[in-house]
């Protein structure tokens, strides 16, 4: 209808007019200086005027370099106007360009819990994100009832049209160092979801209401914290959403389940400082690294650091101190392929750090506070409540003692307060959680 609006539209290769939606819209062309610089730099111009706290931008994923020079413009017109903003990047998941975000999110998330015998969770998604953030940059998972046109993505738990599951997907979120988002549309919720009348509405809304009045009660459990991690995940800088459907996935997977802490490591940012802090890496299947990535490795190699490869080019398998065929990455979907991961993981890093036998559907996280002996225990069930959980947390290396009158138990589920069974031996902790319907959290000195 506008043919001189042409010229703003991305083009393929070929030179053909790119869609984002078939038949519906197009794709917008960033490197098109009157689009850029007369729509979205003018727009931004007018919200910084008015004094927005943050600008947001949707589907941030065109040409990497094109997304990343354009917030860097934002950031220059910000600045000029001696105003500061934060830019949030719905970036799909492109790393490089949420390196340039102050916020990301995530799409890639589905409602957290155990559907038709399946394990759903998105923890590796929070291990990539974090690593994106070094650790520290926000970002969101965003979980959806219903998106127009697109019948209820990620939701599981649907009952009249309204999703009802929040408590897992708030708790994983929460527990895995991410900010927790609810996006929600449609006629059907808004003629349901929000009604007084409405009973699924009311015990819905409820239990939003207490899970995020208990993160507002407990910020200081999940600000300035890090993993408490043996391990680190070397991983190209992929978009993560698509990492995580390749085979990668399985070993991703398979020490979430087993709660070994891992950290992801981009390739990108491979330093000898970086790798020192991990008693073990894992490298898997990656088939090329440049000059100063492999010198990071070898350094790390000769200061004491253990490596194991799972295929990977012949230059990193043979650093490596244990090795396995790209292979073990199908088989680390079976319970015996897993048995023999751990056991090659186990050789080099030692003692896990946290323990919970005897359960299938429970993952932990252990994170420890920023320049303090303060350490927070993470414990999500995805299944159904259970009754006298057992743990085993091993500290040694992460704090120098453990005060047995600083720890307590907290929940938002209401459950008993008090740990059961508590031994305190050097810097190992055994408890019995007395319950665990959905999510727990300990915290130690």
């Not at 907290?410 to 959905?438: A, H, I, W, Y």
Request: net charge negative.
């Amino acid at each position: 209808m506008h043919p001189e609006k042409q010229r703003w539209i991305s083009r393929d290769e070929f030179g053909n007019l790119v869609w984002r939606a078939p038949n519906a819209t197009f794709a917008a062309d960033l490197q098109n200086e009157d689009y850029r610089r007369n729509v979205l730099l003018k727009g931004a111009a007018i919200a910084i005027d008015a004094g927005v706290d943050e600008l947001y931008y949707d589907w941030s994923i065109g040409g990497t370099g094109d997304v990343i020079h354009f917030m860097d413009e934002v950031r220059q017109l910000a600045a000029s106007k001696n105003k500061n903003i934060s830019i949030f990047g719905n970036c799909k998941g492109n790393i490089l360009v949420d390196e340039v975000a102050d916020l990301t999110k995530t799409e890639g998330t589905s409602e957290a819990g155990v559907w038709d015998g399946k394990w759903v969770h998105n923890i590796a998604q929070a291990r990539f994100y974090s690593a994106s953030g070094y650790g520290v940059k926000s970002y969101e998972s965003k979980y959806e009832g219903a998106d127009p046109g697109v019948p209820n993505p990620g939701a599981h738990d649907v009952r009249d049209g309204m999703k009802v599951g929040w408590r897992k997907p708030i708790a994983e979120a929460s527990a895995f160092q991410s900010h927790f988002a609810i996006a929600e549309a449609n006629d059907k919720l808004l003629h349901g979801w929000i009604m007084q009348d409405n009973p699924i509405a009311v015990q819905t809304w409820r239990e939003i209401s207490r899970y995020l009045t208990f993160l507002s009660d407990h910020q200081d459990l999940y600000t300035d914290v890090t993993c408490v991690s043996k391990i680190a995940v070397v991983s190209p800088p992929h978009i993560p959403s698509f990492e995580v459907t390749l085979k990668r996935d399985n070993l991703y997977n398979a020490l979430a389940e087993a709660n070994v802490m891992y950290d992801v490591v981009l390739l990108h940012r491979l330093t000898p400082e970086l790798l020192s802090r991990y008693k073990a890496v894992v490298i898997p299947n990656i088939p090329w690294i440049d000059a100063d990535q492999i010198t990071a490795i070898r350094t790390y190699k000769k200061n004491g650091g253990k490596m194991y490869t799972i295929g990977s080019s012949r230059e990193l398998r043979e650093l490596a101190d244990v090795q396995s065929p790209a292979s073990m990455l199908d088989e680390a979907q079976s319970e015996k392929g897993r048995r023999e991961l751990m056991l090659r993981i186990n050789q080099l890093s030692g003692e896990q750090v946290i323990t919970i036998p005897g359960t299938n559907y429970v993952a932990a996280n252990v994170v420890k506070k920023t320049d303090s002996e303060r350490v927070i225990l993470h414990c999500v069930n995805y299944h159904t409540p259970l009754q006298n959980v057992r743990v085993s947390v091993n500290l040694d290396g992460v704090v120098k003692q453990i005060d047995t009158k600083r720890i307590r138990l907290l929940s938002p589920d209401g459950q008993p307060m008090e740990l059961k069974d508590v031994s305190v031996r050097g810097t190992r902790l055994d408890f019995v959680l007395p319950s665990l319907d959905v999510y727990d959290v300990v915290t130690v000195n």
